[in-house]
């Protein structure tokens, strides 16, 4: 499997480096500009997390540094969920 990926990941164009890259950056700029967990359906976000992982995987060494960016990411804004959880399970009492 992982010499399937490296095979894919190789036979990538510039051009779809590019876009994939873009595409990760784009993602990035919206998670980190983002205060609170965005999604409404937490399948949505691991749906998100699973696209993110496999196009990073893709570009490689490249592709681990934006991962630990995105990961931080879904860390502060999960976070939030749960913080956010709590005051509401709060107000209720």
Known sequence: M???????RNTLSQSERVAI???LETTLAK???TAI???????DAVHE??????????????G???WHRFDTEMDRLHA???????RSAGSTN
């Open 37 to 43: 967990f965005p999604w409404r359906d937490p399948l």
């Open 2 to 8: 992982f010499a399937q990926d490296d095979a894919e």
């Open 64 to 66: 681990v540094l934006l």
């Open 21 to 23: 890259r873009s595409r």
């Open 49 to 62: 997390e699973n696209r993110f992982q496999r196009d990073s995987e893709m570009l490689g060494e490249e």
């Open 80 to 86: 939030t969920r749960f913080s956010s959880d709590l």
């Open 31 to 33: 998670l980190e500009a």
